[in-house]
């Protein structure tokens, strides 16, 4: 019998620094601009997975909050949960994962980020959430 595919579920931390700038990774694999985020652990819960993968990619040590919305890569059967965090220490850095992490403006994400990556950060700044989207890697679908 053929093995049944199987989902893969990652996080997504969108984290804003409270002067209207959200962090932001330039990915080292396929120089995308993205929020920091990746494949959750078998056995995390999603909210110390989003702590970890920001800490991982860019340094910075954050706080989970509210549940934005449910992202689904169609192609790929990836399911990202974005979650809103807190910056509670730390710089941004770069990492084996992000050759640039900082803080960019929203204007700037608008320029950078691929649509299936910046409606994560548009959709934070909404009040009615949360959100369920679908894409293809790199445009909604």
Do not use: Q
């Amino acid at each position: 019998m053929a093995e049944t595919p199987r989902h893969s579920v990652s996080v997504t931390g969108v984290v804003f620094n409270g002067e209207g700038r959200v962090l932001a990774i330039k990915r080292e694999d396929d120089g995308r601009w993205v929020p920091p985020g990746g494949v959750l652990e078998l056995h995390e819960d999603p909210r110390d997975g989003v702590v970890r993968e920001v800490f991982e990619e860019t340094g910075v040590k954050v706080k989970p909050g509210r549940l934005i919305g449910i992202y689904k890569n169609m192609p790929l059967g990836v399911v990202s949960l974005a979650i809103e965090c807190t910056a509670e220490s730390g710089e941004p850095h770069p990492s084996d994962e992000a050759v640039v992490a900082g803080w960019i403006s929203i204007e700037e994400a608008r320029e950078r980020m691929p649509e299936a990556r910046l409606v994560r950060v548009l959709d934070a700044l909404r009040d009615d959430g949360p959100f369920i989207r679908c894409h293809d890697g790199t445009n909604l679908v």
